[in-house]
């Protein structure tokens, strides 16, 4: 008889966990919207070229999940900090540095080679660590899971010279034909696949994960993932586990990792499909 009352008893604690989960755990379905069309053509207005420069950084470009005001893991861009004015002002000062050892002339190249090469200068502080500022943490921006094109490429810089109040250089893409752009959008639509959602979700900027080319280092390597994730934290499971760090990941932070680093909006701009693919998918491939 006892016994038995445990296990009503456990089974209504449990009830009540999965209920409070389900209301703050789980993220909210997000209505999907119809894909935008955004098009770089040569028949668009500066504007609004600055202006989807504005979204791809603030989107797909995923430079906001390291140039922003509370990691300090990367100097502030679009507007001024403790680095300096703006970068689309700092970038002339930039070159002239006698450390400066790229190739740009100009501010405008200075920006074009930090998002391409970004290691051909590495602003003092920043380095990987151990690399005395010589290698930096930051991805190519033009390849792997980022991958702007050249046109988007311009649009980021013209509208970080904008944003620094500073004469807008980047000369608006040409070409009869419209270059189809991705959506500039970061959640237009739900991903596909898993590999579609964990590039589109920045996850690779900072991991490295098994079947997922190119990832940084930022975050903890993901193999091995699928096995110590139910060792991490008392109570919860492997699959609660890894929900946790992607819906809430401030909920635990692994040792030797700066906590706060991961974006905390994932389950806000994550849809519940994403989010259920990308777990799926760390369960199977991480080993
Ligand atoms: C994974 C983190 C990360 C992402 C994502 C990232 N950056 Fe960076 N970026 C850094 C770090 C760290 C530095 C400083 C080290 C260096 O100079 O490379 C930096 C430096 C820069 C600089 C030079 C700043 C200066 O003061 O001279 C520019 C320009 C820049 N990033 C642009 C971008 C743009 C544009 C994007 C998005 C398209 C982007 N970054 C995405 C981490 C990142
Ligand atoms: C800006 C960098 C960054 C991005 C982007 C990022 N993470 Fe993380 N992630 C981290 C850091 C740093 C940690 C370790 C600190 C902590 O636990 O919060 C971490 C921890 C984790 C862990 C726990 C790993 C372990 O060994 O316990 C998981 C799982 C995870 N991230 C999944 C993801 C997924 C999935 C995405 C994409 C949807 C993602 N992360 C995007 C930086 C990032």
């Known amino acids: 008889m006892k016994v038995f009352v445990r296990i009503v008893i456990f089974s209504i604690v449990l009830s009540l966990c999965y209920w409070g989960f389900s209301n703050y755990g789980i993220p909210q379905v997000i209505p999907e919207p119809p894909p935008v069309e955004e098009q770089i053509s040569g028949s668009m207005t500066m504007d609004q070229y600055i202006a989807l420069g504005g979204k791809i950084f603030n989107g797909k470009g995923t430079c906001t999940l390291c ?7 990367a100097p502030l861009l679009d507007t001024g900090g403790k680095d300096g004015p703006p970068v689309g002002a700092r970038a002339a000062d930039r070159i002239k540095d006698p450390g400066y050892k790229g190739k740009a002339k100009t501010a405008e190249e200075y920006i074009h080679e930090s998002e391409v090469d970004p290691s051909a200068f590495v602003v003092a502080g920043y380095g990987k660590p151990g690399t005395n500022d010589t290698v930096s943490p930051m991805p190519a921006t033009n390849k792997g899971s980022i991958g702007l094109s050249e046109a988007e490429i311009g649009a980021v810089i013209s509208y970080l010279q904008k944003s620094a109040g500073v004469q807008v250089t980047v000369k608006l893409p040409t070409g009869a034909a419209p270059v189809a752009a991705a959506p500039a959008d970061a959640e237009p ?45 008392k109570g919860l499971s492997a699959r609660e586990y890894i ?45």
């Open 243 to 287: 929900m946790q760090s992607i819906v809430s990941p401030d909920a635990y932070t692994v040792k030797g990792f700066e906590p706060g680093t991961m974006p905390a909006d994932l389950g806000e701009t994550m849809t519940v499909k994403e989010l259920e693919m990308i777990i799926k998918y760390l369960m199977e491939k991480t080993g």
């Open 67 to 73: 140039h922003n005001p509370v990691g300090g893991r």
């Open 189 to 233: 639509q739900s991903a596909k696949t898993p590999e579609e959602a964990i590039n589109k979700h920045g996850c690779p900027t900072c991991h490295k994960i098994p079947g997922i080319e190119e990832g940084g280092d930022i975050g903890p390597d993901q193999k091995g993932l699928a096995s110590r994730a139910g060792k991490r934290v």
